[in-house]
C-alpha cells in the first residue's frame, strides 16, 4: 500500500511515519513537507534511507506538485499543519491558506485520483468523543 503522508516531518506525523514502516512491512511512504519552523528532517533520520521511504519538500497549497504526488497513492494521510494557536493571532493568513486551501487540495488530490483520504485534526474540529463511548462495547 502507497501512503503520502503530508506534514510528516513534524510532531504527530513523524510518529505516525516510523509506526507505519515498522508495522506495515510491505507499505511504501511519500512524506511531503514543506519544512516550516515546525517541521524537522531530524526526527525522521532513522529512516531516511529506508528504500520504502521518500522526502519530498512541497507545498500542500501547490496544486500541480499535490497532483503529481499524490498520482499512484493508496490514499493520502494530512497532518500537515500551522498549528500553533498562538501564531494564529498575529499571522492568520498563513493558517488559512494551510489548514483551509491545502487541505481543499488535498480532498481534491485524493478526488481525482480515486484515493482514500485522512484528515488529522483536532477536537475544536471533530467535536468530543463522549464520555467512555471510545471504550465502551455497543451491544
Ligand atoms: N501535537 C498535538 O498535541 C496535537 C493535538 C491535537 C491535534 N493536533 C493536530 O494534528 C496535526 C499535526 O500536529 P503536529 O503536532 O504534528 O503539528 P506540527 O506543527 O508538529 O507539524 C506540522 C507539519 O506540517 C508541515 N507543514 C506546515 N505547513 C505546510 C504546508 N503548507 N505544506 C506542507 N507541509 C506543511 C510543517 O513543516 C510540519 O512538519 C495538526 O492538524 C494539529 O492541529 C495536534
Known amino acids: 500500500m502507497k501512503f503520502l503522508v503530508t506534514g510528516g516531518a513534524g510532531f504527530i506525523g513523524s510518529n505516525f511515519i516510523?509506526?507505519?514502516?515498522?508495522?506495515?512491512?510491505d507499505s511504501?511512504?511519500?512524506n511531503l513537507d514543506n519544512l516550516t519552523y515546525a517541521g524537522n528532517l531530524e526526527n525522521l533520520k532513522d529512516v531516511e534511507?529506508?528504500?520504502?521511504?521518500?522526502f519530498v519538500k512541497g507545498d500542500i497549497c501547490d496544486e500541480k506538485m499535490m497532483?503529481?504526488?499524490?498520482?499512484?497513492?493508496?490514499?493520502?494521510?494530512?497532518?500537515?499543519?500551522?498549528s500553533h494557536v498562538d501564531r494564529s493571532i498575529n499571522d492568520p493568513g498563513s493558517f488559512i491558506m494551510t489548514d483551509v486551501f491545502?487541505?481543499?487540495?488535498?480532498?481534491?488530490?485524493?478526488?481525482?485520483?480515486?484515493?482514500?483520504?485522512v484528515q488529522v485534526s483536532t477536537d475544536?474540529?471533530?467535536?468530543?468523543?463522549g464520555e467512555g463511548s471510545f471504550?465502551?462495547?455497543?451491544?
Open 67 to 82: 497532483a503529481r504526488v499524490s498520482e499512484g497513492c493508496d490514499v493520502i494521510v494530512n497532518f500537515a499543519a500551522e
Open 135 to 139: 471504550l465502551r462495547p455497543r451491544c
Open 102 to 117: 491545502g487541505a481543499y487540495t488535498l480532498l481534491e488530490s485524493a478526488r481525482k485520483n480515486d484515493c482514500g483520504f
Open 49 to 54: 534511507n529506508d528504500r520504502r521511504y521518500t
Open 18 to 25: 516510523r509506526m507505519l514502516l515498522r508495522k506495515q512491512p
Open 124 to 129: 475544536e474540529v471533530y467535536g468530543s468523543i
Open 28 to 30: 511504501e511512504v511519500v
